[in-house]
């Protein structure tokens, strides 16, 4: 059975380039501005960490 891609190149660097600055965020939030707990930003973080496995988008990352 042949499977197609969810998305293709252009859609996954829009992707990637959204979850950066969405990253961006979240760690201004924790680190600077000190708007949300350890506990809320390491599960948001973890998050993001299976998004980019499931969609295998760390293959744009190199």
Avoid: T, W
């Amino acid at each position: 059975m042949l499977h197609s891609a969810i998305l293709d190149v252009n859609e996954k660097l829009i992707l990637k380039d959204a979850l950066f600055l969405y990253v961006s965020d979240l760690q201004k939030r924790y680190y600077r501005d000190k708007m949300i707990p350890e506990s809320s930003y390491l599960a948001k973080m973890k998050e993001v960490e299976e998004i980019v496995g499931k969609l295998k988008l760390s293959d744009l990352y190199r």
